[in-house]
């Protein structure tokens, strides 16, 4: 299960995850790292059914007992998280190794107390601290919903927050 393609999307998996970057980005498969998801049988259906690949819902605990096979496997599986504070734990807290220096970040959904940063990529001061963990543990950080939409950085975003 080589990690392909990093992305945080508050849907988890969804049409322009499945059509949009699978085609940018082909992969064999999806994994899905979120403990609501994976402890809810209807919702894990769910999510397995809107990807059409091999898809893995898994609690963050039993991502860690699957880090290495994940990063050593010949298949290519893209690796979503919810959050930002979970993608910051796997990649900087667990220090996970992977090939991609890129973490994509799709919609980030408006709620009380959110900052926005690009189209429908809004976020709390909480999540401002795991993205500049993840920064600064060497990944650019890309706020796109779709391949061809507009980018925004978060080397460039993170000024709102950092002067």
């Known amino acids: 299960m080589a990690i392909s393609f990093i992305r945080i999307d ?3 998996i969804h049409g322009q995850v499945v059509t949009r970057w699978a085609m940018e980005k082909p992969c064999d498969g999806i994994i899905a790292v979120n403990d609501a998801a994976a402890n809810n049988p209807v919702l894990k259906t769910a999510l397995k059914a809107a990807s059409g690949k ?4 898994f609690s963050y605990e039993k ?3 699957k880090m290495e096979q994940a990063v050593n496997s010949d298949k290519k599986y893209f690796l979503i998280t919810k959050d930002p504070i979970t993608m910051a734990k796997i990649l900087v807290d667990s220090n996970l190794e992977t ?3 890129k ?9 009380e107390g959110t900052v926005n940063i690009n189209n429908n990529a809004d976020i709390t ?3 401002v601290e795991a993205y500049e963990k993840i920064f600064n543990k060497g990944y650019r950080v890309d706020f796109r919903l779709v391949p061809d939409a507009k980018s925004v ?7 709102k927050f950092y002067k």
Request: aromatic fraction near 10%; charge should be positive.
């Open 54 to 57: 091999k898809t893995f819902i």
């Open 125 to 127: 001061n909480d999540e």
């Open 63 to 65: 991502f860690l007992s």
């Open 103 to 111: 973490v994509n970040v799709g919609p980030q959904s408006a709620r």
């Open 10 to 12: 508050d849907r988890i």
């Open 153 to 159: 950085l978060w080397s460039e975003a993170r000024k």
């Open 99 to 101: 090939k991609v220096k």
